[in-house]
């Protein structure tokens, strides 16, 4: 999924901004994973429905991590239970990799009701269908869902009519061969392990309905009459929002929703994270900017996707008018600005994983087990004294030991 050598700006904004999100189905470290069931019997009594969450993404059924069933015409489901409702950005579903093309023309629904059963429109909310007359699936599917629900199911059938340009399909059967579906979610807004934040900011919101903890509600909606954004009226001084975490975690990025009218006046804005929960930005001594929005390269995005990669329990929106200040973006005001922020989406992993899914544990040989949340390198430095950052390589008898590959920081490794 990585790649070596990241060719533009717009590969490397993908590979960074779709990859490193907590694994809330199956994260080893917290009781997060759900209950599965299907409707109709495994192949054999290893092939069970749980196979598809156990962690393992081997797609060789001889592994027997895949929830199988026999071939049959009649309408096929999966689904998946967790213990409490989840901001879900994706799913990453591995397909038994002989016979992934049976799964042409799936389907994939989020629901809230434990007794949902797909295809039940008015209980559940259809989030995906694979089009059966454009192709075979892939055997590795990344399916967007961006919606806050408790359960994720997987359907099949054979309709009357069935066809397909997917070459080979049996047109009349069907058969489940899932081998690991991984929910990806948002660290700012779990509320399974008290992660949701506790946000707050430095100015009174602009009424009742626009307070600091309406950006990190799991509602990235932009339109302030919706009431889901921190919103406070326009002034003259320094203005902040922070969010502070219930544990530190090794963030990749953040997705950042402003509000959709007036999402110009946060030009030249800055980004902090920080550890201490007395932090008030933009005091350097205890957070470090990770983003500055340069005032004279236009206006800001209406959504922006910042890159942090750092291991931080807290992230800071700041922004100001200091005297002097212009801007190339048009219509801001120079001398006022105002907070309009509707959602802050914290994306990574647990203080001490890394890596597509959050699958890999940072290396011993990293300062406090801390690494690159993209490819593991030790770039917060080495556990060793003797080692040298990045690299971790141990002297010993003054001779320079490599203690295991290494990348330097920002880039990614092919997997």
């Given amino acids: 999924m990585f790649s070596d050598l990241i060719v533009g700006i717009m590969l490397m904004q993908f590979v960074s901004r779709t990859t490193c999100f907590l694994n809330l189905a199956h994260n080893n470290p917290q009781p997060l994973q759900g209950t599965a069931t299907m409707n109709k019997p495994s192949f054999n009594s290893e092939w069970i429905a749980q196979r598809a ?52 023309g799936f389907s994939i629904y989020a629901y809230d009701d434990e007794s949902f059963t797909p295809p039940n429109g ?14 075979c699936p892939h055997p590795i599917m990344n399916i967007t869902v961006n919606r806050v ?30 081998c690991e579906v991984k929910v990806m979610g948002n660290l700012a807004h779990t509320t399974l392990l008290k992660l949701q934040g506790n946000a707050t900011m430095n100015t009174l919101p602009f009424n009742d309905n626009w ?39 090794n963030i990749a990025y953040l997705e950042i929703y ?14 902090y994270t920080y550890d201490n929960e ?72 647990n203080a001490a994983r890394y890596h597509p899914g959050c699958t890999d544990e940072c290396s011993s040989k990293c300062k406090n087990s ?17 080692a040298i950052t990045t690299n971790c390589t141990a002297f010993l008898s003054g001779t320079a030991k490599a203690l295991g590959p290494q990348r330097g920081p920002g880039k990614s490794k092919t997997t």
Wanted: contains cysteine; glycine residues 8%; proline residues 6%.
């Fill in 278 to 349: 007395l932090f008030t930005p933009p005091h350097d001594a205890t957070g470090s900017v990770v983003y500055h929005h340069n005032p004279m390269s236009g206006c800001p995005d209406s959504i922006m996707n910042i890159t942090v990669n750092r291991v931080a329990q807290g992230v800071a929106f700041y922004n100001e008018r200091p005297p002097g200040f212009s801007t190339s973006c048009s219509g801001v005001d120079a001398s006022t600005t105002s907070l309009g922020i509707c959602e802050v989406k914290v994306m990574g992993c």
């Fill in 370 to 386: 801390h690494c690159d949340v993209f490819n593991g390198s030790c770039i917060h430095g080495c556990a060793s004294p003797t």
């Fill in 211 to 249: 307070t600091a903890q309406r950006a990190v509600d799991g509602n990235s909606n932009q339109l302030y009459f919706n009431n889901s954004c921190a919103i406070t009226k326009v002034q003259s001084g320094p203005l902040w929002w922070k969010v502070w975490l219930q544990s530190k975690f």
């Fill in 122 to 135: 008015t209980t559940g909310a259809l989030v995906y269908h694979h089009d059966p007359m454009s192709g």
């Fill in 149 to 178: 629900a408790q359960g994720v199911a997987f359907y099949n059938e054979r309709p009357p009519g069935f066809s397909t340009s997917c070459p080979g399909v049996d047109t009349r059967n069907t058969s489940l061969g899932i």
């Fill in 258 to 271: 402003l509000r959709s009218d007036t999402y110009n006046r946060s030009t030249g804005f800055y980004i």
């Fill in 53 to 104: 969450f156990d962690g393992d993404t081997n797609q060789n059924y001889s592994g027997k991590s895949c929830v199988i069933t026999q071939l049959q015409p009649g309408p096929l489901w999966w689904k998946v239970w967790l213990n409490r409702r989840f901001d879900i950005a994706y799913l990453e579903i591995y397909l038994r990799s002989d016979t992934y093309k049976r799964s042409t």
